[in-house]
């Protein structure tokens, strides 16, 4: 009888490390595949761009960030519809954000930084007006508590976008205020490391942005 436990314990501790490995497979594969399109977008761009000589790099700075007391900016391609780049922040979350964020850190400071690549399709190929994207995001959490020692989580979300560049002025074409909408939805995070708190990422989150920038002609 303590056989037949013994070998059902054993064999369940198998199941569930099959299903973690098949789990983590998935994962990587998902974010392999975005990665993928977000370098073969940049690929794109470059070679279109050499070919008709409109490749545009654009800088833009977070205005989000600094009202947050953060900071925050992106560097990116675009050609045609398309364009790709690397966004980066770092910010300190306040009680209100880390309620949506997590769960179960009430009583951490929490500071926040994240580095994200992304790829967005232009209705238009002036690079104005609507525009839809997606990106892959890699965030980490530093959780700062008063009596347990300080542990960083890492979460990694995909998500879809949907934005507006609006060009306020004509004779400016070059400036730009982008405002856009994001639902990053968490594919994988190791909170469950910090074992003196029960802190569990949220699966999805509505992100509103807004950004201020710059085209240049390359």
Request: hydrophobic residues 40%; glycine residues 8%; aromatic residues 10%.
């Amino acid at each position: 009888m303590e056989t037949t436990r013994f070998n059902s314990k054993i064999n369940q501790h198998k199941l569930k490390s099959t299903l973690l490995t098949n789990n983590l497979n998935g994962v990587k594969m998902n974010i392999f595949r975005l990665t993928l399109i977000t370098v073969l977008s940049f690929t794109s761009l470059i070679g279109f761009g050499q070919k008709e000589n409109n490749l545009k790099l654009n800088l833009e700075i977070d205005l989000v960030q600094p009202m947050l007391g953060g900071y925050g900016g992106t560097i990116g391609l675009e050609n045609n519809h398309w364009g790709a780049g690397i966004m980066g922040f770092n910010t300190t979350l306040n009680s209100s954000s880390i309620e949506v964020i997590m769960e179960g850190a009430e009583d951490f400071k929490v500071q926040n930084w994240g580095l994200e690549l992304y790829a967005d399709y232009f209705m238009k190929e002036a690079h104005t007006g609507l525009y839809f994207g997606a990106l892959i995001s890699v965030d980490g959490y530093e959780m700062n508590h008063v009596t347990n020692p300080t542990e960083t989580i890492i979460g990694v979300y995909v998500a879809p976008k949907i934005g507006y560049r609006w060009v306020p002025f004509k004779k400016t074409d070059w400036f730009y205020v982008q405002p856009s909408i994001a639902l990053p939805i968490l594919v994988w995070d190791d909170a469950s490391k910090i074992e003196t708190e029960n802190i569990n990422l949220s699966k999805a989150i509505l992100l509103p942005m807004l950004t201020l920038g710059v085209k240049i002609p390359l």
